[in-house]
């Protein structure tokens, strides 16, 4: 008998087709691409919006928890409470061997290398060649809606991972545990976004329908139905949740069918994200298609090489909707993509023609990872310009616009850090004898490890700061350049090493976008961050959504909560409130910390026992 020759993963198979062709430096490039970017990631604090108030937010309370950690509190805290839960889960994981911010970047990494092999396996299912398919995956992956993301510990790439699976296990041929593998990432991409809810009803169709109409016997046909439900209902937990607390399975998003309102959703959701009020300014057609075609370099689009990529992408679509062999994968391909792109024009449409256009692009990314894949089965010479053309454009796009002097400082010092490590590594095999004892090599590799882990710790430490303070002058930033980081101040004062439990609170800023938490927590998440109510009754007081507060706010029942939870620390962010005027009018009880350069974000130390006289 012949030798079997051993079969290789997608990922070997899809780095080896990289280097074996002319376009190994596009390999390079990305190699190089991502190596900055996860360096930074270990040296430098997240600085992305979204991360600093809720993504990590929501994990820094479940690890310091230990488990499910709920809280309702005023403006955008009242929806971001109930927005899907599941891919902050992946940050909480990471979040936990360092009981900090350290690891998200690999962790990051990790999900952008799911994207590209899955992109390559669905890719060369469909029958692209895999040339094709290995330029295909970079295209996805280096777009800047997916590449700018890695260490932002946003949730859209794990959702275009999820997504990506899900169709790969589609695509091959029908088993059971397939079917489940299938529906059990559909599931899992469904609980990170709401846009992914109408894919995974679509997968269970088509898992259904095959199920049903396969020769097994019909015991087993069922089984497979059941648990493909089983495993979808992974990611339906925010769902069930929101629908028991709130009436509404979709809270906080309304559900409107032909202009009549069937489910009810948050209000100031609504009239945020649906650009009803003054202060947010709506954007043209034309000026969305710029987002998405010609970003600016400090945001994340497609890339001007999009629109014919994605017209390569229909026209591979029509060829395989011609093979029976791939019509059902490509059927489907096209529904999720088309009910991505229509969910979130139809319920989401102030994200995508207010002023956060720019930022909403990466909500199109499945849609046109979907293309890509669809153009991969080409083969002629035009597609292959294309394909180089939009790599060699990504890499332009994704160079790291949001770099400050410390950032490149830490990068360095990590560096140099990798180059001792290297040297004490080689000097180890060089000096240690072949055959050494298992306790000697054992002990070197611990210290190996420790002296890595100390290393990139003392880096973050001496780069945290530095580099929040050129992201309050807009020179450092993850995805987009922040606004609210002026208040670094107040997170370095209460990042003394002790633990604090902190009471926040911050006014309307026309968005409620502005409460900048997870800074609060520390760098080893040492604090504890809770909203205190200032109402006589205890109730969450909405400050966009109640233009007179004052009559429901009571200074005295607001100090006996502040007792009761055993607040030390109060902090008032930009814009002011009633509470922070309360404050300054009552040294007795607050005595100042610490000021913003504006004098707008401050720390108080609470005293309880002078507030009980």
Known sequence: MGRRTPRRSAGAALLSRLWATDTRWLLLGAGVLMGALVLRGLAAPPLAWDALTYHLVKPARWVQSGGWAPEIAPDAWGYYEYFPYIGEVLWAWAMLPAHGDALLAPAGLLVWLACA??????SRRLGAEASHAALASLTVVLAPAVAKYVTAAYVDNLLLAFFLLGAVFLTTPPTPGRAVLACASLGLAAGV?????????????????????SERPRRVRLLTVGACAGAAALGLQPYVRAWLQMGSPLYPVPLILGGKQILAGNTEFTIVHGAQLLEVSRSTGREFLDALFFPDPSYAGLGPIAP????????????????????????????AAGLITVTLLSSSVAALTT?????????????????????????????????????????????????????????????????????????????????????VATAVGII????????????????????????????????????????????QALDDGSPHRVAIVAGWDGTGHNWYRYPLFGSRLQNEVVYVAPTADGAVLDYGLDPTPEPRMRFDAWLGRLRQRGIDTVVTLAPPTLEAGWMQGHPESFARLVCSADQLNCAYHFRPAASER
Do not use: E
């Open 117 to 122: 092999l899955a992109t390559y396996t669905l």
């Open 193 to 213: 976004k709401l846009t992914a809810v109408p894919v995974l009803v679509v997968g269970l169709g088509v898992v259904a329908i095959r199920s049903l109409r």
């Open 308 to 335: 014919l990529i994605m017209l390569l992408g229909l026209c591979g679509g029509v060829r395989l909707l011609r093979s029976v062999t791939t019509r059902g994968a490509t059927v489907f391909l096209l529904v």
């Open 355 to 439: 002023k956060w256009a720019q930022a909403s692009v990466r909500f199109l990314a499945p849609t046109f990872a979907a293309m890509v894949i669809f153009a991969s089965v080409l083969r002629n010479r035009f597609a292959n310009v294309v394909w180089l053309a939009a790599i060699l454009t990504a890499l332009l796009l994704d160079l790291p616009w949001g770099w400050s002097r410390a950032d490149v400082r830490g990068v360095l010092a990590l560096l140099l850090l990798a180059l001792l490590i290297w040297i004490g590594v080689a000097s180890a095999r060089r000096l240690l004898p072949r055959r050494a004892h298992r306790v």
């Open 448 to 491: 190996l490890v420790l002296t890595t882990a100390f290393g990139i710790g003392a880096v973050r430490r001496r780069s945290r700061y530095a580099v929040y303070v050129a992201a309050a002058a807009g020179r450092a930033f993850d995805v987009h350049p922040i606004k609210y980081a002026t208040s670094w101040p107040v997170w």
